[in-house]
């Protein structure tokens, strides 16, 4: 079960930690009511990325098509060896993404780390919306909780 640690976190949610200074899997929450995870950073990751962990070892994944766990966007440049903050709820305006023409919902991109409003079986990002077109491949998104399951509806 993540840990709610609120203000009391160490360091501002773009810090990129090169030692652990808060719990993997802690949530932490800001005054724009937006909230953010602490993981395991992930090579080639940078800000506006998507990526995609499980709650049991808290460590980024960069997403990539039949992904399968729980869902973020980097805050930071988070790579391997390092651990920072992931938001996993609210708006982001900085979000990397392909082509999107305006709201709606959102698909684990063909590029890894991105998304796009093409359908893709069993890609969509549940808890994941557009707000608006992308400009030059950076998406303004509303997220909750995101999570990818590799599965088409039924």
Do not use: E
């Amino acid at each position: 079960m993540p840990v709610k640690v609120g203000a009391a976190s160490v360091g501002a949610i773009t810090d990129v930690d090169t030692v652990q200074r808060n719990p993997l899997g802690a949530i932490r929450w800001d005054d724009s009511n937006n909230a953010y995870v602490y993981l395991a950073g992930v090579a080639s990751c940078v800000a506006g990325d998507w990526v995609s962990y499980n709650a049991s070892t808290y460590v980024a994944v960069r997403l990539a098509a039949d992904a399968v766990g729980l869902v973020g966007i980097a805050m930071g440049a988070t790579l391997a060896a390092n651990w920072g903050w992931f938001q996993v709820y609210g708006f982001n305006t900085t979000s990397r993404s392909d082509t999107v023409a305006g709201a709606g919902g959102l698909f684990i991109d063909g590029t890894t780390g991105r998304v796009d409003d093409a359908s893709v079986a069993g890609d969509f990002v549940n808890g994941a919306l557009s707000t608006a077109a992308d400009t030059a491949n950076v998406l303004p998104v509303h997220i909750s909780f995101p999570y990818v399951t590799n599965t088409a509806p039924a």
